[in-house]
């Protein structure tokens, strides 16, 4: 007679992963939506990131320092992240980067750059300028 494993319980079991506790009332290895309060705080969808400012901000960068550029638009300590995004819900996170050497540079606040977290002269633009600040693109 063949080896038959143990059937998988039914009984709630208690999972500890990535530090949080899931309740499974099912067989394991069956897959369950994301809990109501956890969807709360890592939407699927991610907000839109808001025009902080229309204009870039220079800054010093030192060689070799990490930095948290704003993805989101709502730090108050633009252009760099203050973990507004995080208890704000938006599901954005910060772009994190290393200066690559020591100089004055433009950063963006009006976060539609296509070269983060550089400002390429998209604040110019019509749709940015027509923009109020605090809303999305």
Not at 33 to 59: C, E, G, H, N
Not at 80 to 86: E, R, T, V
Not at 115 to 134: F, L, M, N, W
Request: aromatic share 10%.
């Amino acid at each position: 007679m063949a080896f038959q494993p143990p059937p998988l319980p039914t009984e709630s079991v208690f999972l500890f992963l990535n530090h949080f506790c899931l309740c499974a009332s099912q067989k394991l290895g069956q897959r369950r939506d994301m809990s109501s309060w956890l969807a709360r705080w890592f939407p699927k969808t991610p907000a839109k990131p808001v025009v902080a400012q229309k204009t870039p901000i220079k800054v010093e960068l030192v060689a070799g320092k990490t930095y948290r550029w704003c993805a989101c638009g709502r730090s108050k300590n633009q252009p760099f992240c203050d973990g507004s995004h995080f208890f704000q819900r938006t599901g954005l996170a910060p772009l994190k980067f290393k200066a690559q050497e020591t100089s004055t540079v433009a950063l963006c606040t009006c976060k539609a750059t296509q070269r983060p977290p550089y400002c390429d002269g998209t604040h110019r633009s019509k749709p940015v300028q027509k923009a109020e600040v605090g809303t999305a693109l």
